[in-house]
């Protein structure tokens, strides 16, 4: 075999030969010192990809095919880079077309002259590595728990059993109404979980055609269906791979993808849109909603069995006008994002204008107060919100008095006596925060006097209507 194949060592840059299982029988001296080996016998008998990674030779003799003209990436020596070489592979066959092993020849003096090939392909290497560096830079978690500020009881054990969760693997389903931020906190989960390092992928329900859904979360076989694309078209599920799959708004998935869903929670496995393909699904799945899911299940608009696997750790986001004690820090690091966006320029807000606030119902939540902030800013000459602008930032946005209510209906077996007993429990409330107020130098020192935060004591003399003591 060395008698053979010893004029092409003179020739190029090395030799390979492997028999019909792909296990090296000869390599040139050249070769093998590339790939690390002082003496071609320590590759012999050896499966040509424990020598030379992303070796093809294993093709060859499956297929009985060549290739005739390949790039092969090649480790450089210490000290050196790598570069690639143009590699041809062949079949070696008996008369009859049995395939006893195959050979390879990485081509040397062949480098000049395809040198036009070779730096196209550098180039596109190049291009490839940044676009993939961009692409997962850009599906990393944005948010941490930190940014999810709040000081309450209630917010501060959110974050404890949302620290919990991120230290399982178990799905996660994330409940609050719109604009409690939601979508914050499956960030900061992901970015405390073991999956911080791999990719976070966020899919809303609500903002796909029902048609387009399935193809947007499994991807789509080439050539699936008529018009389709002739290339493969991959999933949020797979680019979510080893990572996280945020699917937002869940109640209004359609009930032939929860099917599917449901099977990537149960099997942990999937396949695209026109594929026979079976593809393991590594993904772990936080899902939020605004909707009442036991209610949807009971009008059979989403299943029960796709409820219960998302079930598994639920974390109850509560809206802001039930956490008033957070609306301070709230407001404060809003505020200084926007100053981030405004070199030079520091925002404030005056106790009157957060007592205006505590006085909102925010039915759009930290989004619409968010909104209101930014209004208030654009609208006021000065960097200090008063009541004044806040209140003019407050007006156009005030939904109608009727989305106010949070009266719930009567419950079952309930009377007038019920009624009465709430009426007389609310008026003796009233007239203890008036004696507290009337009596107080502060509504700070009169809430200190009812045992309650500031802004809930604001809250509830909004509802009240009383005004702020005076002495």
Same mark, same amino acid.
């Given at each position: ?311 598994? +750790?639920?974390? &109850?986001? $509560? !809206? ?5 004690? /957070? %609306?301070? @820090? ?63 930032? +407050?007006?156009? &946005?005030? $939904? !109608? ?5 949070? /009266? %719930?209906? @009567? ?61």
């Amino acid at each position: 075999m060395h008698a053979v194949f010893k004029p092409f060592e003179r020739v190029i840059e090395g030799t390979l030969v492997v028999d019909r299982e792909a296990r090296i029988v000869w390599i040139s001296e050249r070769y093998a010192k590339r790939f690390g080996l002082s003496d071609p016998r320590q590759a012999l008998g050896r499966p040509c990809e424990e020598v030379i990674p992303h070796s093809r030779m294993r093709e060859i003799v499956r297929s009985g095919r060549p290739i005739l003209l390949d790039i092969l990436d090649v480790p450089g020596q210490p000290g050196a880079p790598g570069r690639p070489l143009i590699v041809i592979r062949l079949p070696l066959q008996r008369e009859d077309g049995e395939v006893l092993g195959a050979v390879g020849f990485a081509l040397f003096d062949e480098w000049a002259s395809l040198s036009p090939i070779v730096s196209r392909f550098l180039a596109m290497q190049e291009e490839l590595a940044a676009a993939r560096k961009g692409r997962s830079q850009g599906r990393q978690a944005k948010y941490s728990f930190s940014d999810f500020v709040g000081r309450s009881p209630a917010t501060l054990e959110l974050k404890r059993m949302a620290r919990r969760a991120a230290a399982t693997h178990s799905p996660v389903l994330l409940l609050g109404e719109t604009g409690t931020g939601k979508e914050l906190l499956a960030h900061a989960i992901h970015a405390a979980s073991p999956r911080a390092h791999k990719p976070f992928v966020s899919l809303s329900m609500a903002a796909i055609p029902d048609a387009l859904l399935e193809a947007e979360l499994f991807g789509v076989a080439a050539g699936a269906y008529t018009g389709a694309d002739k290339r493969e078209r991959q999933g949020k599920l797979h680019i979510a791979q080893g990572g996280t799959l945020f699917l937002d708004e869940i109640g209004d998935m359609p009930l032939g993808v929860q099917a599917k869903l449901l099977r990537v929670l149960q099997e942990k496995e999937f396949e695209a849109l026109g594929s026979n393909e079976v593809v393991r699904a590594d993904v772990r799945i936080i899902a939020a909603t605004s909707r009442r899911l036991p209610e949807l299940v009971r009008d059979g608009l989403f299943r029960a069995d796709l409820y219960y696997r998302l079930d598994v +750790l639920s974390l &109850a986001v $509560p !809206p802001l006008r039930q956490r008033l004690d /957070d %609306l301070e @820090p709230i407001c404060e690091a809003l505020l200084e994002g926007f100053a981030d966006a405004r070199p030079g320029q520091a925002f404030e807000l005056d106790p009157e204008a957060l007592a205006v606030l505590s006085r909102h119902h925010w039915p759009g939540n930290i989004r619409e107060l968010r909104n209101v902030l930014e209004r208030a800013l654009v609208l006021s000459d000065s960097p200090v919100l008063t009541a004044a602008s806040v209140r003019s930032a +407050l007006t156009p &946005a005030a $939904p !109608p008095a009727a989305a106010f209510t949070t /009266d %719930l209906p @009567p419950a079952p077996g309930s009377t007038t006596a019920d009624a009465g007993h709430a009426q007389a429990m609310s008026q003796y409330e009233r007239r203890l925060i008036e004696q507290a107020l009337s009596e107080c130098r502060s509504v700070a020192a009169a809430a200190r006097r009812l045992g309650i935060g500031r802004a809930t004591l604001y809250r509830k003399m909004a509802a009240y209507h009383l005004a702020r003591a005076s002495r």
